[in-house]
């Protein structure tokens, strides 16, 4: 795919949506850790729903400290790995009030330092708390950057390194929403919807999906 086509699938993307964030409802950088925390093998919809209950109760990390991993787990028992994701929070606001004075690091090297924060997790932290340009290559990313032939890679790393690449710069730091929201609503894993995608014309991506017969 040509540097044109890229600049036009963003301006589009962008043009129709042209503030786009996390779907995951939060408050603070340590909500949101929280929330990217739980999402991992969950829906974003299962996580609001937990944290509608807890943050209202405990949404910083002494007070989640102070539930411990019991009353974490009750929280959030409707969500997937639940018991090792509440002994992952609790460890990582113990490690946050000893190491960080309570605060969500803004630095990568010391996000992938928390219990269950892995790449991908530090960069929607750096990206969506703090502002910086990251990519976090999801599921709905990986399909979409190699099906429309955007930013092919054989990984997850591969396709972060082509975006970082070829995304135009001033598109980079909404990038992955974008991308994220379009993998999840129109380009689907299994079928992706290309009878109404805004993109299409610019896709590489063969065959197209017709519309479904009603």
């Known amino acids: ?91 990582t606001c113990r490690i946050l009030i000893d190491q960080y004075g309570g605060e969500v690091p803004d630095d990568r090297e010391a996000l992938e330092s928390l219990p269950g924060v892995g790449r991908k997790t530090a960069n929607v932290i750096l990206n969506t708390a703090f502002g910086h340009p990251t990519i976090a290559v999801d599921t709905h990313i990986f399909r979409v950057a190699n099906r429309t032939g955007l930013a092919p890679g054989k990984d997850v790393r591969a396709v972060e390194t082509a975006l970082e690449k070829f995304v135009p710069k001033e598109y980079l730091h909404d990038a992955h929403h974008w991308l994220i929201l379009h993998g999840r609503y129109v380009c689907k894993a299994r079928t992706p919807e290309c009878w109404h995608c805004a993109i299409e014309p610019l896709c590489e991506y063969r065959p197209k999906t017709p519309a479904p017969v009603l």
């Open 1 to 91: 795919m040509n540097a044109n086509k890229r600049r036009a699938i963003f301006e589009t993307l962008s043009s129709l949506n042209p503030h786009p964030t996390t779907e995951l409802e939060y408050s603070s950088p340590f909500e949101l850790l929280i929330a990217v925390l739980l999402s991992a093998q969950a829906t974003d919809v299962s996580v609001n729903k937990a944290m509608r209950r807890m943050f209202p109760v405990a949404n910083t990390p002494a007070m989640v400290l102070a539930l411990g991993e019991e009353g974490v787990a009750d929280y959030i028992r409707t969500i997937g790995l639940y018991r090792t994701k509440a002994k992952n929070v609790i460890a």
